[in-house]
C-alpha cells in the first residue's frame, strides 16, 4: 500500500512564526502535492512538484514556499504564519506511467492553527 | 475554466437510501473524472473514477453516472448504510494537468 506520512498531526504557532509541514511518501512517486482544505471550499492546490528540486505554483501559493530536495519528502513552509492560513493541510502524491495510473494518495492531513 | 462545482454542500438521507452528489463543469479538455471519500480525522482516498467514452461505471454500491453534452456526473450510493457517512469530493482532470476538485459534500446516513 502506498503511504504518505505528515509528520505533524496537529499544530499551535504564533503570528509570524515560521512554520515546516513535512510529508514522505514510500512509493518512489515522481508527483508531490501540498493542498488546503477548508468546509465549503474543497481542496485546493498550494503548490505541487513534479520531480526532484521542481516546483510550480499552485491556485493558492501566496505566503507559502515549499521545498523537495529528496524524492520522497515534500515541505510546506509558511514564513511568516498568519491566522488566516489556520486550516488543514493535506499532502499526496501520484506516481507515473501505467502502472500507477492516475491515483492521487493523501496523507492524513496536519491540522495547523495559527493564533 | 478550471472549475467543478459540486452540490449539495450538505446530505441527510436514512439508511437504505439513495443519496445522490452532483458536479457539473465547464473544461471540454477534462477526461478524468474521480471522486473521493474522506472520512473525519483522514485524507481523501480514491473511491471510484470513470472516463468520459462511458456514461455509467458501477463499484459494489457506487455509481457515478456521466452526462458528455451537460457536462455532468453525479454519485448514486445504492443501499447506504451508517458507514458511508463522510464527506465526498468530485474531482476532474485534463490530461497532463492535475485534478480540479469540487467543494465538498458531506453525507450523513442515518441508522
Known amino acids: 500500500d502506498v503511504k504518505v506520512t505528515q509528520s505533524s498531526r496537529y499544530l499551535v504557532k504564533r503570528t509570524g512564526e515560521k512554520v515546516f509541514l513535512e510529508c514522505v511518501q514510500d512509493?518512489?512517486?515522481?508527483?508531490m502535492f501540498w493542498y488546503r482544505q477548508d468546509p465549503g471550499l474543497g481542496l485546493r492546490l498550494i503548490y505541487f512538484?513534479?520531480?526532484?528540486?521542481?516546483?510550480e505554483k499552485g491556485d493558492i501559493p501566496e505566503g507559502y514556499s515549499v521545498s523537495r530536495e529528496k524524492k520522497e519528502r515534500f515541505s510546506l513552509i509558511l514564513e511568516s504564519a498568519s491566522t488566516n492560513q489556520t486550516s488543514m493541510y493535506l499532502c499526496?502524491?501520484?506516481?507515473?506511467?501505467?502502472?500507477?495510473?492516475?491515483?492521487?494518495?493523501f496523507g492524513e492531513g496536519s491540522w495547523l492553527t495559527v493564533v | 475554466q478550471q472549475q467543478v462545482k459540486q452540490s449539495p454542500q450538505s446530505l441527510i438521507v436514512q439508511k437504505g437510501g439513495i443519496p445522490i452528489i452532483n458536479c457539473a463543469y465547464e473544461n471540454t479538455a477534462f477526461d478524468y473524472f474521480p471522486w473521493y471519500q474522506q472520512f473525519p480525522g483522514k485524507g481523501p482516498a480514491l473511491l471510484i473514477a470513470i472516463r468520459p467514452d462511458v456514461s455509467e461505471k458501477k463499484e459494489g454500491r457506487f455509481t457515478i453516472s456521466f452526462n458528455k453534452s451537460a457536462k455532468q456526473f453525479s454519485l448514486h450510493i445504492m443501499d447506504s448504510q451508517p458507514g458511508d457517512s463522510a464527506t465526498y469530493f468530485c474531482?476532474?482532470?485534463?490530461?497532463?494537468?492535475?485534478?480540479?476538485f469540487g467543494e465538498g459534500t458531506q453525507l450523513t446516513v442515518n441508522p
Open positions: 499526496a502524491s501520484r506516481g507515473l506511467g501505467p502502472r500507477s495510473g492516475n491515483t492521487i494518495y
Open positions: 512509493m518512489d512517486h515522481e508527483n
Open positions: 512538484s513534479y520531480d526532484v528540486k521542481m516546483k
Open positions: 474531482a476532474a482532470r485534463a490530461s497532463g494537468s492535475r485534478l480540479t
